[in-house]
């Protein structure tokens, strides 16, 4: 399963109707005026029960489950070699653990057939190894009628998380994909699944929103919203409109139990359909890459954009360029604020990575940058994007994080006065010299200068401390304590309330950190 927030699942949908009447032109009117909206009957066509168009649809619904075998290290005996060992043989035949250990596993969830040919779509976590060790053996399609086929993998794809099976099978009932971008927030939509194994389930609501980004990053970080009752199992299986097209493939729940509380998420049918044609004529799916790593939360917030004297939620700060990456040999930097790629905006809705992995690969991508404020732009020749597992081996580093404080500096971190250099924004720094890097954990080749005491009465308090390096001030390199404070001073003579400091700490990637000037 999947899961928005640590979650998985699936969608379903349902809700009422009610229409708008026009307003008048002239003087404006609250838009719940008495007379102004009208509840009315459903559309002609639209049902007063969904039995009639379920008795359709359900057919073409169908139950996959997958057959997995789990390889699992034995645990190490710690009694090994006392003459207590003999009693713990299940936990392995010696200190080192004994042989591996097999078991089964099972997975189950929904689809949908889109040919009468056989073709089924699902969820591609759905048909994927459900453990660490697990291999999937076989893939199994359960149809309404409870005839079982095993089923073939024709295509799958992680980032969308999508994928298309293949049973041996004729006439079979399908359907056909509609179009979600007509969806409108509060429409009626439908869902059929197979939730918990319990077999064909129906479920009704509506629309919760359109083209929502759940945090993924990617490609196809917009999902359709609902309130439907969607749980574990139902990803995969389709979400209709009241025409009983397929708008939606069910694929995520927003919970933190595990089980439905309102939210959940379809892949819309404007993105799967041309992946799922894809896949049938045989190709694979490519996105645009251009080598940089974003800094964590999004769009520009409001402390950054006053850092850097920047309208808030638009665009997204560059924090690190792969080297001889795309970006790179474009001249992208790390504190460029990318707003626009081939002239469409950065915004909450349309993240820097999903307009660039829209790019096709080998095309050329605009990208309209701030840097320093000034409006600048790069020419990127856009790289196919390397896999899942690629990137994360790229990006490395170590597990420390910014924005909290581990308590280990205390000591250190106290009411003392910071140096003058750094008082504006409560910290004290020292030039970094090779001694200090390595004490520090950074890389010898790393430049700025170190903090040595956070003020616990200053803002950096908190989201610095002892032992991070600031590598930048808004932009631009310092080297010594006396670049930090004339870079401090350039922001408050431009009546900028913070500055945004490029920090690295330890063997973790560079940050920027917004920091109040006092």
Same mark, same amino acid.
């Given at each position: %399963? @999947?899961?928005?927030?640590?979650?998985?699942?699936?969608?379903? #949908?349902?809700?009422?109707?009610?229409?708008?009447?026009?307003?008048?032109?002239?003087?404006?009117?609250?838009?719940?005026?008495?007379?102004?909206?009208?509840?009315?009957?459903?559309?002609?066509?639209?049902? %007063?029960?969904?039995?009639?168009?379920?008795?359709?649809?359900?057919?073409?619904?169908?139950?996959?489950?997958?057959?997995?075998?789990?390889?699992?290290?034995?645990?190490?005996?710690?009694?090994?070699?006392?003459?207590?060992?003999?009693?713990?043989?299940?936990?392995?035949?010696?200190?080192?653990?004994?042989?591996?250990?097999?078991?089964?596993?099972?997975? #189950?969830?929904?689809?949908?057939?889109?040919?009468?040919?056989?073709?089924?779509?699902?969820?591609?976590?759905?048909?994927?190894?459900?453990?660490?060790?697990?291999?999937?053996?076989?893939?199994?399609?359960?149809?309404?009628?409870?005839?079982?086929?095993?089923?073939?993998?024709?295509?799958?794809?992680?980032?969308?998380?999508?994928?298309?099976?293949?049973?041996?099978?004729?006439? #079979?009932?399908?359907?056909?994909?509609?179009?979600?971008?007509?969806?409108?927030?509060?429409?009626?939509?439908?869902?059929?699944?197979?939730?918990?194994?319990?077999?064909?389930?129906?479920?009704?609501?509506?629309?919760?929103?359109?083209?929502?980004?759940?945090?993924?990053?990617?490609?196809?970080?917009?999902?359709?919203?609902?309130?439907?009752?969607?749980?574990?199992?139902?990803?995969?299986?389709? %979400?209709?409109?009241?025409?009983?097209?397929?708008?939606?493939?069910?694929?995520?729940?927003?919970?933190?139990?595990?089980? =439905?509380?309102?939210?959940?998420?379809?892949?819309?049918?404007?993105?799967?359909?041309?992946?799922?044609?894809?896949?049938?004529?045989?190709?694979?799916?490519?996105?645009?890459?251009?080598?940089?790593?974003?800094?964590?939360?999004?769009?520009?917030?409001?402390?950054?954009?006053?850092?850097?004297?920047?309208?808030?939620?638009?665009?997204?700060?560059?924090?690190?360029?792969?080297?001889?990456?795309?970006?790179?040999?474009?001249?992208?930097?790390?504190?460029?604020?990318?707003?626009?790629?081939?002239?469409?905006?950065?915004?909450?809705?349309?993240?820097?990575?999903?307009?660039?992995?829209?790019?096709?690969?080998?095309?050329?991508?605009?990208?309209?940058?701030?840097?320093?404020?000034?409006?600048?732009?790069?020419?990127?020749?856009?790289?196919?994007?390397?896999?899942?597992?690629?990137?994360?081996?790229?990006?490395?580093?170590?597990?420390?994080?910014?924005?909290?404080?581990?308590?280990?500096?205390?000591?250190?971190?106290?009411?003392?006065?910071?140096?003058?250099?750094?008082?504006?924004?409560?910290?004290?720094?020292?030039?970094?010299?090779?001694?200090?890097?390595?004490?520090?954990?950074?890389?010898?080749?790393?430049?700025?200068?170190?903090?040595?005491?956070?003020?616990?009465?200053?803002?950096?308090?908190?989201?610095?401390?002892?032992?991070?390096?600031?590598?930048?001030?808004?932009?631009?390199?310092?080297?010594?304590?006396?670049?930090?404070?004339?870079?401090? =001073?350039?922001?408050?003579?431009?009546?900028?309330?913070?500055?945004? #400091?490029?920090?690295? @700490?330890?063997?973790?990637?560079?940050?920027?950190?917004?920091?109040?000037?006092?």
């Amino acid at each position: %399963m @999947r899961y928005a927030y640590a979650i998985t699942s699936a969608l379903l #949908l349902g809700g009422a109707t009610a229409t708008l009447a026009l307003q008048p032109s002239g003087a404006q009117v609250a838009q719940n005026e008495p007379g102004a909206i009208q509840a009315v009957s459903p559309k002609p066509g639209a049902p %007063m029960s969904f039995a009639d168009m379920v008795a359709r649809l359900q057919p073409a619904v169908v139950n996959i489950s997958t057959k997995q075998t789990i390889v699992q290290k034995q645990q190490a005996n710690p009694f090994a070699g006392t003459p207590f060992g003999d009693l713990f043989g299940g936990m392995g035949g010696g200190a080192q653990g004994g042989a591996p250990v097999k078991r089964e596993g099972a997975s #189950l969830g929904s689809g949908f057939l889109i040919s009468p040919d056989g073709y089924v779509v699902t969820n591609n976590h759905v048909i994927s190894p459900g453990a660490q060790g697990a291999t999937v053996d076989s893939i199994t399609v359960t149809l309404s009628d409870k005839k079982e086929y095993v089923a073939k993998v024709i295509g799958k794809d992680q980032e969308s998380d999508l994928a298309l099976l293949k049973i041996d099978a004729t006439n #079979l009932p399908f359907v056909k994909f509609g179009d979600s971008n007509g969806a409108r927030v509060g429409d009626w939509v439908v869902a059929i699944g197979e939730p918990f194994g319990l077999g064909g389930t129906v479920t009704a609501g509506i629309v919760s929103a359109i083209n929502r980004v759940t945090g993924q990053g990617g490609a196809y970080d917009r999902f359709i919203q609902t309130d439907a009752s969607i749980n574990q199992g139902n990803s995969g299986g389709p %979400m209709f409109d009241l025409n009983g097209n397929v708008i939606g493939v069910n694929s995520q729940i927003f919970s933190q139990s595990g089980g =439905n509380i309102g939210i959940g998420f379809a892949i819309p049918a404007a993105v799967a359909k041309p992946i799922i044609a894809t896949f049938m004529k045989g190709g694979t799916i490519e996105r645009g890459y251009i080598g940089v790593q974003l800094q964590p939360g999004g769009t520009i917030n409001e402390d950054t954009a006053a850092a850097l004297g920047i309208a808030k939620n638009q665009g997204e700060l560059i924090n690190d360029v792969t080297a001889g990456g795309p970006a790179a040999k474009a001249g992208v930097r790390a504190g460029d604020v990318v707003t626009k790629v081939n002239g469409q905006a950065v915004t909450v809705d349309q993240s820097l990575s999903y307009l660039v992995s829209n790019v096709k690969p080998g095309a050329t991508a605009r990208l309209d940058i701030l840097r320093n404020g000034k409006p600048v732009a790069a020419s990127v020749v856009v790289a196919p994007r390397p896999s899942a597992e690629k990137l994360a081996a790229t990006l490395g580093g170590d597990a420390q994080g910014f924005g909290s404080d581990d308590g280990d500096d205390d000591d250190d971190a106290g009411t003392a006065v910071a140096p003058a250099a750094g008082a504006a924004l409560g910290i004290g720094v020292q030039p970094l010299t090779p001694a200090i890097a390595q004490a520090v954990g950074v890389d010898a080749t790393t430049q700025g200068v170190v903090i040595a005491v956070v003020a616990q009465t200053s803002d950096a308090y908190g989201k610095l401390k002892r032992g991070d390096v600031v590598i930048s001030v808004n932009g631009t390199p310092v080297r010594t304590a006396a670049d930090l404070q004339n870079a401090v =001073n350039a922001a408050k003579t431009a009546g900028r309330p913070q500055v945004l #400091l490029q920090v690295k @700490r330890g063997r973790s990637p560079a940050q920027f950190l917004p920091v109040k000037i006092k």
